[in-house]
């Protein structure tokens, strides 16, 4: 039977956990605001590019230049490439398996095609790594200041290999942000570019062909849809620590709870044994 | 009261101005534009230059560095790769990239003239913007 001191040690113990993941829970809460709020100030651009680019395409569409474009050739899929966004840190709960589990899956249902990785966050690198997959780049601090001019350059160099023909597909795997509860795992295709099919409801005066409007637009899809997965990925890191720290406490809390409780029972046992002890030795004087 | 449309100019990480506008000048690539309320539909690219817009009588003016606008009756979208308003404009630094810019443009072969040009362009525009407000 531990003894009281033990009890004693284990309970400090738990408390220092406690609080470490009661800091980190802190920290995690005022980043979050900080990412949400960066979330949000993106959707603006984000929505509105994508309302152009679905106008400019369907007044482009048919246009030979359009179909020559390098950022919309259609390929047979031999070789794909991920661009993996996942954290530089763990300790956030399902966050980084649920990028790596289910990019994984979405590549073994493809079994003809050849995958790449580009990681963008450090977990997601070493998920993959250990798999034997290929790393083309390795990017990280990214969730912890998105900084546009980042994020731009790797979608510069995505857009560079698929257009030279490297690779014939490029998908994005991130954590969506939809809550601080939940987050969700998805996977799009940025390349080649799914042209949006809204059709056009008004007829523009273009001070440019609209091809080349088009062509112009396209690059700067391919960079928005990367900063918005990475600005959803911090949002959903952050929130996903937050929940999985609140939980830990949450449960040092318990364990403090159980262990008092022990170490009380174990007390009182000695306590009773010592009373019976002297009585008896008592009785037996008589 | 004057008709007026909506004007809004975002970034990539931010929306600068969202603002009932009664006029806009905007830098657009092939030469400046003005705009009016009900003005036509239309697309175009942006060059790098001062965007100015009047609200309730009031001249504002933004810098605005690359982009795309659509315009439509009642609203004017401009997505710009860069845009500063006037107090955010970092003198020094623009002096500094027009003065690389232009060193680049001297001894650079012909690959890297169209984007030293535009860097030379941000700069320009940039220290406009800033002389207009008297820093």
């Known amino acids: 039977m531990p003894s009281l001191i033990d009890f004693r040690r284990r309970i400090r113990s738990v408390k220092n ?129 998105p900084n546009y001019g980042d994020v731009a350059a790797v979608a510069k160099k995505v857009s560079a290999r698929y257009a030279a023909g490297e690779v014939d597909a490029v998908y994005l795997a991130y954590n969506e942000f939809k809550s601080v509860m939940t987050q969700q795992f998805r996977m799009v295709q940025v390349l080649p570019v799914p042209l949006p099919t809204g059709g056009v409801t008004t007829n523009y005066i273009y001070e440019q062909p609209a091809d080349e409007l088009l062509g112009s637009l396209l690059p700067r899809y391919v960079e928005i849809e990367l900063w918005r997965s990475v600005l959803e990925s911090t949002a959903s890191e952050h929130a996903a620590r937050m929940t999985a720290m609140d939980a830990a406490s949450r449960n040092a809390t318990d364990v403090i709870e159980r262990v008092t409780l022990q170490m009380n029972r174990v007390r009182q046992a000695s306590i009773t044994r010592e009373i019976i002890e002297v009585v008896s030795g008592a009785s037996a004087l008589k | 009261m004057a008709a007026t449309f909506e004007l809004e100019v975002a970034t990539p990480d931010r929306l600068i101005v969202r603002e009932q506008a009664t006029e806009a000048t905007v830098p657009g690539k092939d030469g400046y534009l003005g705009i009016l309320p009900e003005h036509a539909p239309l697309l175009t690219e942006l060059g790098a230059g001062p965007l100015t817009y009047t609200v309730g009588g009031v001249r504002h003016t933004v810098m605005v560095g690359g982009g795309w606008m659509e315009v439509l009756q009642t609203s004017v979208r401009i997505l710009a790769t860069v845009a500063e308003k006037p107090n955010e404009i970092d003198l020094k630094r623009a ?41």
């Open chain 1, 17 to 145: 956990t406690q609080q470490i993941t009661k800091a980190m829970k802190m920290v995690s809460a005022a980043k979050l605001r900080r990412a949400q709020e960066a979330v949000v100030a993106g959707r603006p651009f984000a929505g509105m590019l994508q309302r152009m680019l679905a106008n400019v395409a369907g007044a482009a569409a048919g246009n030979d230049s359009v179909n020559d474009h390098p950022l919309l050739q259609q390929r047979e899929q031999k070789r794909a490439l991920v661009v993996l966004v996942s954290a530089d840190r763990g300790l956030a709960g399902a966050f980084n398996s649920n990028v790596n589990r289910g990019a994984q899956k979405f590549m073994q249902d493809l079994p003809g095609v050849a995958f790449e990785i580009e990681a963008v966050g450090k977990k997601g690198r070493d998920y993959f790594r250990r798999r034997g997959f290929t790393i083309t780049g390795d990017h990280q601090n990214f969730s912890r200041k």
């Open chain 2, 95 to 135: 002096q500094g990239a027009l003065d690389r810019a232009e060193q680049r443009l001297k001894d650079a072969g012909e690959n890297d003239i169209s984007r030293a040009l535009a860097a030379a362009d941000r700069a320009r525009a940039r220290m406009a913007v800033a002389a207009e407000f008297g820093r």
